[in-house]
């Protein structure tokens, strides 16, 4: 549907204000007033309502302060609690700062945006201009001629009386609307667009590749360490390598070496045994070994070694006591052998009890021994009463 | 020229009001006199409290004028003369700061010789805080304020018989020296009479933080006055919808202004926690002190600025007059938090005591502005800004 | 409806310009060729520009090593540049937020530059701060996303991280508002452009501004909501600037007063560089007709004003230090004046409180070239402020074993150099591409202070 418009420009601010409300008062449909500035009275002769955008502005900024307030509480309190220099988790006066800052964000940039929106500003907008110097230094006023009253000598009566500069009839024929965007349209951008993709697509799969290689690092920081890692090639040893061979009969911390046959005597290895136990554990060996005893013998052996376990009981062939002659004459180094790989009708424990435990175990055993021995001779109890062993003052 | 010059009010206070105020003025007094004699201890502080908040009312109204001047700023000049009467009510301030002196035994740690010569900072800053020094200081403030206040006032009001231009430029001659007198001697006085209240505590903000209440309580002074003029008919000519936009407006930044100050000075407290300043802020945060800290935010921030920041609140008579009462109020909390805390530490106690001196002072205050407000023209008729303040026709 | 204006008033664009004058006269730089004079300063500023980016080069790849920061000095060269250049953009919001605020309309004939200065300056700014990561690729770290570390969120307690909020709200703010106000102007200059190609630019980036009365309403309102929103801003950001230090307990860092003697501070730089940048605009670009000397005569009184502020603030730092009775304060103080970098102290005394009461007297106010002098010491003065604030400060704290000295590298004194190359190379393309007034609203105050309409003869 085509309108007919009728444009009357003016010179100056008075002419445009005037003009405009005699025009609204003798009833004319006003459809714009075009003015080079904001001039100030003409919204209210031009009878237009005050903007509504301080409401989104308000109701944007109080989105923005209340979301950020709580997104604040939430990751310092909530979502993983770090305690900073014992501020405490929630703390409000330190959030403040940062909530007024994005209320502020929320508030403006959205008030921006809902202006554009309402006003149908946008990038690569056509102005509905009706003249280009009224961005310049002449005002416009455009009136519908949306009826056959419509007297143009009248009007032109009535505005000439403001120092009209020149006036124009035309006839608005509607352009065929194009949505906002509508340039994503275009074939050349589709095709465009759908080309740059295949190409992307296709060199994704045409180039080589090698998988073995690490990609590049851009900008790698403390990726690569200044000194050699472990492992890396260093040209300053003869054998290129930068992982020296520690000298020989050299052990590793807290390794407990248990095979007889390849570390030595019995007594160096239950100095190295102990030589891993920090004092408190030295003082707390007994309970511990007596623990490991309970755990693991004394379902078979019994809690005095006399082969009368509860599994026994039940009917599984009893082990032959530990205080019998032939288990006294063992060594420490057998009886953890016997721990180790088992014997007869017992299985090997090596599986279920650590090395140092196993020394325990074979200490306890020793302790149960010297328990029989000493109710055994009763008149010559052993001297120290119940003088823990220890591998260094008893190698056997 | 076309200016539409409005026939000219005249003020005349009823007789009603002026007698009520009389008797609430001397009600006040009395409690304020008993209070001396039976309980120094209590009635000093308030005593302080009120002199400090009259005479903070006439250097706000001081300061707006000064303003007004230096900015070339022509909307306000129509009701100028409220702002002119408060500052003439100066002498009622300073002479009851005068009065103030005489309980410096009874307000001032630093004045016992004996605490301060077992207290290694208190006999570090007895240079500057001993009562003869400090007596000096307090009649040099205010002879400086009352003399600068009374040349402006008074140049303003002899322009009305001839609209004598150079008048007006003598005047922003004075607001400069006003201003820049002020805001140095201001700064000292405010730590002088209320930061030596606590005299091991300080804090560099506090003349402004004090400055900030002041300005806010003499804007919402003005607009009540100006109002007040307005409903009685006096102002019905002169101010517009548009000037008391301008004063809510002001209030409304002035209110902020106050609560940012507040809070930099909380919260840089709070987060170095530095014992010997944080022992200030626990003060007010125990017991029931809490809710007068809370208080204090409410009435002289939250509130006003709540119901300020639409543009038609502002320009509404009755709301801008009830949030102009709320502020003035809330000056008063906001003085009772700075002086008070150290003198009854456990709770705040609002009793006789604390009311009698306030409404000794604000009663006077009252009649004084009023008197002053009769005796001279209600309009500064001579002054050359005063076409772009008058309502156009 | 017209105002009505006093006796006293002056109008504040002089010459009796028409509206089409007004039009002409803004646009008569972008539509005439280069002259020789712009190009030598074009490619002055591109080698200031390029020593910088040398040396931000250089550092990146040897590490921050390259600075003269040690220990006990940690904050220094940097952050000095960086509250320096932020401080210098707060006088384009003032312009355009506080001052419309306060209907002062001869802002009207600056804003638009001061604007742009206030993005440029914020740009300079952000280059410290980022570079003094170290590790600058990894800036993005201080956003606080949901992660693979965690989540390890941004420590929301750091005086840092608000300024990081801080910092990019007013740098995107200031877009925003500088943007809204360039619309009307380029749809002006689209109206006027002969070549096509110009036509296109201006009219895909005017957004199809038309001066349709409903528009210019709405955006009337949206100018006063922003410039409500601008003006707690601008005092919040440089509030928290001075939170980076005054949140901390060392002395001469650690005071309330810092806040609002910081804002001053910086509108009080800010202006001292409108100043500067406004007296060449006006002199080269021929604007004196619209930037008279009413205009300088009301940008130096601001100067007095926070120039001012900022001496009652110094006084009341050194008072109370003395005050206080704490030793530690009392020695930075006097530290500051009679130490080793007293020489620093009192170049800051001499150009932020000495220099500027010159301008008190109206006979140097409208001498042009003083001004412009006065201005240049300013400019330096306030960055010794914060030479003295944050490096003096730490050079001397609780702890005598640790005390050190501090001095600058030339890695260091090139990225300044480099950060204005970086200032002036924007502010020159800005001159030379877009509009330095804006010419909607010098329109709008025409008639201002006349007894007859604006734009008439």
Known sequence: MSRRLLSAWFGGERDILAATRATREAGYQILDVYTPYAVHGLDNAAGLRPSRLPWVCFALGLTGAVAKLWYQIWTSATSWALNVGGKPFKSVPAFVPVTFEMMVLFAAVGTVVAFFIVSGLRPGRKPRHVYDRTTNDLFALVLVQHDAGFDIAAVRDLLSRHNLVRLEERIE???????????????????????????????????????????????????????????????????????????????????????????????????????????????????????????????????????????????????????????????????????????????????????????????????IQEIATAAATVATPPAGGTAPLNGKENPR | MTTHKPGLPNFTPGKTTMRNLAVVAAAGGIVTLSGVILDPARIWPNILLAAYYVAGLSLAAGVFIALQYISNAGWSVAFRRVPEAIASAFPLGAAMLLVVLAGIPELYEWSHADVVATDHILSAKAPWLNVPFFVVRTVVYLALWGWLLYKITSTSRRQDADGDLRLTGANKRHSVVYIVTFAFTFTLASMDWIMSLEPHWYSTIFGIYNFSGLFQSGLAAIAILAILLRRSGHFRQVLTDLHLLNLGKLIFAFSTFWMYI?????????????????????????????????????????????????????????????ICIIIMIGRWIDLFWMILPPFIPSAPVVSLWELGPPAFAIALFFIIVFRTLSKHHLIPVGDPMLVESLPHH | MAERYSILRRPLIAGNKSFDEVTRDVCAPLESKSTSAWWMTFAAALAMLSVGAVAVGYQLKTGIGTWGLNNTVGWAFDITNFVFWIGIGHAGTLISAILFLFNQKWRTSVNRSAEAMTLFAVMCAGIFPIIHMGRPWLAFWVIPYPNMRGPLWVNFRSPLVWDVFAISTYFIVSLVFWYVGLIPDLATIRDRA?????????????????????????????????????????????????????????????????????????????????????????????????????????????????????????????????????????????????????????????????????????????????????????????????????????????????????????????????????????????????????????KGVLGYGKQTEGGQR
């Open chain 2, 262 to 322: 507040w809070f930099s000075q909380y919260l840089l407290i709070w987060y170095a926690n530095i014992p010997e300043e944080v022992v200030y802020m626990i003060r007010r945060q125990e017991g029931s002190w809490l809710i007068f800290t809370v208080v204090n935010v409410v009435f002289n921030w939250l509130i006003p600025f709540i119901v300020l920041l639409p543009r038609w609140t502002k320009r509404n008579e009755g709301l801008l007059l009830k």
């Open chain 3, 194 to 442: 002969t070549s096509k190609i110009k036509r296109a630019i201006t009219g895909f980036f005017s957004f199809g501004w038309d001066g349709s009365n409903k528009t210019w309403l709405r955006y009337e309102t949206i100018y006063l909501l922003l410039a409500g929103l601008a003006t707690p801003l601008v005092v919040s950001v440089h509030t928290i600037v001075s939170w980076d230090f005054a949140t901390s307990v060392i002395p001469g860092w650690h005071t309330t007063i810092l806040p609002p003697y910081f804002v001053a501070g910086a509108v009080f730089s800010g202006f001292a560089m409108v100043l500067t940048l406004m007296l060449i605009v006006r002199k080269v670009l021929h604007f004196e007709d619209y930037i008279t000397l009413h205009h300088i005569g009301a940008m130096s009184k601001i100067i007095i004003a926070t120039g001012g502020i900022v001496a009652l603030a110094y006084a009341t730092e050194f008072f109370v230090a003395i005050y206080s009775g704490n030793d530690y304060e009392r020695f930075t103080f006097v530290n500051r004046a009679l130490g080793p970098y007293a020489w620093a102290y009192w170049i800051m005394v001499g150009c932020n409180v000495g220099v500027p009461q010159f301008l008190w007297s109206k006979k140097v106010r409208s001498n042009v070239a003083l001004v412009f002098a006065i201005s240049l010491l300013i400019n330096v003065g306030m960055w010794f402020e914060r030479f003295v604030i944050i490096t003096i400060s730490l050079t001397r704290d609780y702890l005598p074993a640790s005390w050190a000295d501090y001095s600058p590298t030339s890695v260091e004194i090139a990225t300044l150099v480099g950060s204005f190359g970086l200032f002036l190379t924007l502010f020159l393309l800005f001159a030379r591409f877009l509009p330095m007034i804006a010419i909607g609203e010098v």
């Open chain 1, 173 to 367: 024929v509607p352009e065929v609307k194009t949505a906002p965007g509508s340039f994503l349209l275009k074939p050349a951008l589709g095709w465009g667009l759908t080309g740059a993709l295949v190409i992307v697509v296709a060199l994704t799969y045409l180039l080589p590749r090698t998988f073995t290689e690490p990609n590049s690092e851009f900008l790698p920081g403390m990726v690569e360490s200044v000194p050699y890692d472990p492992l890396s090639a260093n040209t300053n040893f003869a054998d290129g390598m930068t992982l020296r061979t520690p000298p020989s009969g050299t052990i590793a911390r807290g390794h407990m070496p248990w095979d007889s046959s390849r570390a030595g005597t019995e007594a160096s290895l239950v100095a190295a045994y102990v030589s891993t136990l920090s004092p408190d554990q030295l003082s707390d060996r007994e309970a511990r070994a007596a623990s490991v005893f309970a755990t693991f013998c004394q379902p078979c052996h019994g809690p005095a070694g006399k082969g009368d376990g509860t599994i026994p009981a039940r009917g599984y062939p009893a082990p032959p006591s530990l205080d019998a002659t032939n288990a006294l004459k063992l060594t420490d180094g057998q009886i953890f052998n016997i721990l180790t790989y088992g014997r007869g009708n017992m299985p090997s424990l090596a599986g279920r009890i650590p090395v140092n435990e196993r020394w325990l175990a074979v200490q306890h055993v020793r302790r």
